[in-house]
């Protein structure tokens, strides 16, 4: 049967929510999963619950534990990755320094200071785990549920050519749900087409199956209902000037673009609810307290252990599909190779993709309505600058990928943008080896100060316009007597 790699096996909801439903599926319930992390003792704790998930439902599947990298991807048919690189120490800083330039996150780990920083982090591991996959198992399928992950994923396009990869996400998945409800259809006879990128991907057409009927009439109508549109404000509000609803809610969709977190009657009037729905460091702030809550105490000893239903998570339906050559269509994240025509080629964009034995395959949407297209390329350009950044270890290209952030550009100067990737790169450093030897550059403000002497430079048209607009608005007039 297969082995499954799970790198990352440390993580609190990924890790035992993927392999729930790994047990869960009768294809997949002979596998061996190997659990990896740095981190030994949340790596037996998992392990401990996994077996006892194994042998309470009787089930053939094996499970092992190691905190060497190399040695669970041998002979592994799939690399499941949920890393997250610095903990909620890093991610601390990544949310409280942006936050003193005035940069509100409510979420903070897909673009903005916080994902451009999550990604710098990451990429030496990413680029180790290809290198390391490359020679011992090649033939791999890669999944990444590691944020952000449009960078994670235009990074993997970048450093590897021979390992088939796709990033996963839930967004399609649980905005059906939303969708379904607003227009009383159940979500498996909704016929959509969805692409664009991470987060920011685009319902383009919503049908019902049986009928054929187009089902956008109707959600729009309802979405300029109160009741309707309070649910989901800024997703609501970029749908009524776009036309089109994305896959991403309030507190995330927020983030990328300028008009709903850059000032404080925007926040209060799009940004009000609670939590996830556009609160201030939600995320941030629920990482913390249940590393606190949980500090010391293994919450595994009381999770339940019956195998039920899977989860909306694509993972084991991908594998499932690849097992047993039952196609399965979804929502993947991958490198553009031509699958949308208006974004960069190389670019990671979320398109549709369908999975069998032979492999992953993502499916030509062509050409994105233009508003839509330009509204990913303002987050394309942070992730392709980022992945520069990460790269090459330029921390100059950090600075443009965080100035070229659609909030960040909203709210600070350049100085200011320049000072808080400094103050970024101190607090993160142990994380960040790629940048080691090299610093940001300083570029201090230059005092004008009154009466200076200006050094003289040929007439610009445009003043030389101004000038003559000047001497017209002085130019005194005669005053003609009136005409009878």
Known sequence: MAKIAMIGAGSLVFCKTLCMDILSTPALQGSEICLMSRTARKLGQMETYIKRVIKENGLPATISSTLDRREALKNADYVINMIQVGGVDAFQSDYEIPMKYGVDQCIGDSLGPGGVFRALRTAPVLLDMMRDMEQICPDALFLNYTNPMGACCALLGRATQRIQFIGLCHGVQTTLDLISGYVNVPKDQIDFTCAGINHMAWFLTLKDKRTGRDLYPLFKRNCEKPGYYVNEKVRCEVMRHFGYFMTESTG???????????????????????????????????????ADKYKGINYLDSEKTTIGNRSAEYCSYILEAHNTDQPFRLQGNVRNDGYIDNLPRGCCVEVPVIVDA???????????????????????????????????????????????DPLTSACCTLKEVREMTAALFKAQAKWLPQFKGHKLKAVPAIATPAGIQRFDVPLDPALAVANRFGELAARKLKKRKEQA
């Open 252 to 290: 995330h969709l927020s983030e990328y673009i300028p008009w709903f977190r850059s000032s404080e009657r925007a926040l209060k009037a799009y940004c009000d609810e609670p939590a996830f729905g556009g609160e201030s460091g939600a995320y941030y702030n629920y990482c913390r307290m249940l």
């Open 358 to 404: 032979h492999g992953i395959h993502p499916l030509r949407v062509g050409s994105l309505p233009p508003q839509c297209a330009a509204l990913n390329q303002s987050n394309v350009t942070v992730q392709n600058l980022t992945v520069e950044a990460a790269l090459t270890g330029n921390p100059e290209l950090a600075m443009q990928a965080i100035a070229m």
